[in-house]
């Protein structure tokens, strides 16, 4: 679940500092020139969601087991809550778009042009 994705085209690395930088909605690859969508969302709360879970756990854990206030559990939530948001361009995933009907035919119709010109040659 955690990587870092890759163009659903031609399977293109992108670097973490790119897929960070990169926002929700439409790119194009530069190694196929294909497009594809860009999602965040839905990986990022996931996994935001499992970090709380484990959090949540591991604090009920501390606060039942001692009895005095200990910086420590403070400090290795703080540590958790940073890698998470480090982590977060790992949730990235690339989708491969659909074609518009448009789109299809006009490169339907450039293939359709290529074979014509071939036929006349
Ligand atoms: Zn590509």
Redesign the pocket.
Known sequence: MLKLPV??????VYSYKEVSEMHQGDKI??????K?SVRKTAGAFIWISVICALLVVFNLIIIFSTDDFNIIPVLTDLAAVTAAVLMLPLTVRFRPLKLTKSEKRSIRGKGEKIQADKKTV
């Open positions: 163009c659903p085209h031609c399977h293109a690859c530069y190694h196929c020139k294909k594809f």
